[in-house]
């Protein structure tokens, strides 16, 4: 039995990857997936910019992740600087984190991986056979999308999020009318829960070493320690012991690894690590969903991301309540205490743990920059995914088998443009 | 035209974030009507199936390497309409700030000894490679400004693109001029389009929709060292994403 299957590009998906997978005589031969976008050098420019435009120009190398980017750009700032956050700031940064991370999860789950459940080739031809699902997957990617639009302008890129805190503040009557919208959201929440509960996902397990950060009383989206599902932990100024990169001569990208061949970042990282720290209502959509840490089925990230769906819809509700109770005031930016600095930004993004690690000079100028991607994290571990599944798909008509690998490739949710300031262009 | 008479429409991206895509999909949200227009016969990041036959093109991204201008070159010959998405594909956006280093250093500071395995030249719009008819500008692209350009091609209109600077959309919001509030701002160079977006939520105008066609540059400078920056300040600001526009007219200039 020889096959050869590749995929340029592969579709649905964040950026331009390919795969290619060659089975001669029953033995798998060649497993790569091959990442051909562009290189785009962000580091480098950012040599010479003034600190305070970093997260505007960081936020473009994501159109997803954007608001992400902006966190950990400005937290690297922050750090740098010696910059504290007010209460106010805080709040606002974690509803507006929330908002990307519903918005990205939306999107991921309904339009890029349900319709390889239901035998269609996009989310088009479901609008006919499936209304009420795309209904619902729209109105909750707007309501994700206006809620990051309430707080910071837009989604893609944020606008009022600065060095210190915010440039424009959301007004009591716009907090009330999100709150009324999340709560009335969550009869699409449940349906979402009770949807991907029913979704025959793939029999898969393969245990690696998830990485997420973490924080003692609440479930980490932006600061914390870097924490491993091995016993690890590290503060984010010690992330290169644990996101230590190597290169690989067969291969197109800059691989990580700590403990293990490979790690994995991402909602599923973060669903083992902090389940504990989960809002009780995203406790119940993962038993309904049938987890409970730790899960080692990849295709399950999804899943999880559904999980977290429910996490950040709830403490969405929760936070807005708390400024509704507390009041927004207007205030200017945080003072920085020192400079020249040097900085570690951390946050959990959608798809896993983004670094941003800056040193600015005495005139208030980026003199080193290092951004550490999630989807760069995760590619090691994909390719041992893909070695671990192939063997178990390979009986099947090229075509199933072609879909069964597209399928674990999006359950990674990759996000490539982001990744490529450390990938090689392989032709 | 597909058989039932409705455009073939067709995404494409090169270097960029893809968020003008993401904005294209946000925009339908509100106009699923246009989905009923139109026949989108390749969407790679939202969609499986992939038609070589369009008629309208969409290119977000901007041209970074050698390589990908045969894809470009390829788009245009196949479309009767090719129209830029976004200032990446319009203006080169960000992508061009690593014009602002040497080459080499830049390959080097990001890949180390391993520079030369990334092909890769100085970014540019895709106008420099292939004739352009339409830009619509913004990083990322505004999307009422995007539904309203689709309709007028269906309409076979021109896209309604203003040629007059921020400053009159930002004054329609009544907005507190940035100016006043001791901060710099690029408006009254800038396109406006975008509905002063920026100035409204508290920051200062950074032109990503680049200049407008007879910006008072020299006034605009005089204004800011007024505003008592620095060359380099100046240069930053002019810089983030019109670094290519900038260079373009240095070099007709010297």
Redesign the interface.
Known sequence: MSKRIEVH?V??????GNIVVEVENGELKTCRFEVVE????F???L????YH?AS??TS?????C?TGHATASLRASEKALGVELSEQSWLLRKLTFHGEILDSHV?HVY??VA?DFLGV????PL?NSHPDVVLRA?RM??LA?DLCAMV???H??P??M?VGG???FPKMSELEAMRQRLIDSRKDVEATVELFSKLPWPEFERDTEYVSLSKPDEYAFIDGDILTSDGVRVPPERYKEVTNEF?VSHSTAKFTRNKRESLMVGALARFNNNYDLLHPKAKEAAAVLGMKPKVTNTFLNSAAQVVEIVHSTEDSIRIIEELLNRGVQPEEPAPIKHIPGEGVGVAEVPRGLLIHHYAIGEDGRITAANCIIPTNQNINNLEHDMRAWVPKVMHKPEPQMQLDLEMLVRAYDPCI?CSV??L??Q? | MSANGKPKIAFFDFTSCEGCQLTVVDSLQDHPELLSAVEIVQFREAMSEKGEDYQIAFVEGSCTRQSDEARLKAIRQQASIVIALGTCAHLAGVNALKALHPLEEVRKYVYGDKWEWYETYDARPIEAVIPVDFAIPGCPIDRNEFIAVVKALLLGKKPPIPDYPVCVECRLKENVCMYTKGKVCLGPVTRAGCGAICPTYGSSCEACRGFITNPNQDSMKDVLAEAGLSVEDITAIYTMFTTYQVREKLLQKG
């Open positions: 590009h579709t649905r998906v964040e950026g331009h562009t290189p785009r050098f580091e480098a420019m040599l010479g910019r003034p435009e505007h120009i473009r190398i994501c159109g997803i954007a999107l339009m890029l319709p080739g996009s989310v088009i609008v729209l990617k707007k999308g910071t302008g837009r893609t890129h606008i009022a600065t915010f440039t424009h290169m443009s300031h450390v090689k262009v032709r």
